[in-house]
């Protein structure tokens, strides 16, 4: 299975220590070279953490190449996520933001969030718990809809 991750969803699951459960989940993880040098800007949370992890998954996506529809208000990170998923017929995009999920939809891609991760982890029995990872994005710089954390939680059982 290959996963292509995006730039907040990535961070998000460095700082809830999640690396580590990609790979186990999906095997395959890649980004394009525009959401590694988003999170790997000197200074950007997460940086080192995900510098190290990315080595060996950065593609290089020729856009002028993908078809998507059209898609306003997105980042470069967003646009090539997308594109990579598409040249890579990739079965999972890994996106926290509102808007790229809804592209992503509108173009025929699957996603998940850095949330539904960790309830996919715990159902995998890779993790006991997720309240303990979502505390620790509470206490950083993301921005998690405390309803969608809410229900988050009452899903896992905790």
Known sequence: MIVIADSSALVAVSTYRGLDL??????????PTAVYDEVCAQGKPQ??????????????????RCKLQKISGLGNGELE?????KATSANLMLVDDLRAKKSAYTNGLETMGSLGLLLLAKEEGLIVDITSRV???????AYLNPL???????????
């Open 22 to 31: 990609l790979e186990a989940l999906f095997g395959t993880v890649l980004v």
């Open 47 to 64: 940086a080192d953490a995900l510098k190290a992890y990315l080595v060996g998954k950065v593609q290089k996506i020729d856009m002028s």
């Open 81 to 85: 996520a997308m594109a990579l998923y």
């Open 135 to 141: 505390r620790l994005l509470q206490n950083s710089n």
């Open 148 to 158: 969608l954390i809410e229900q988050v939680l009452q899903r896992a059982g905790e």
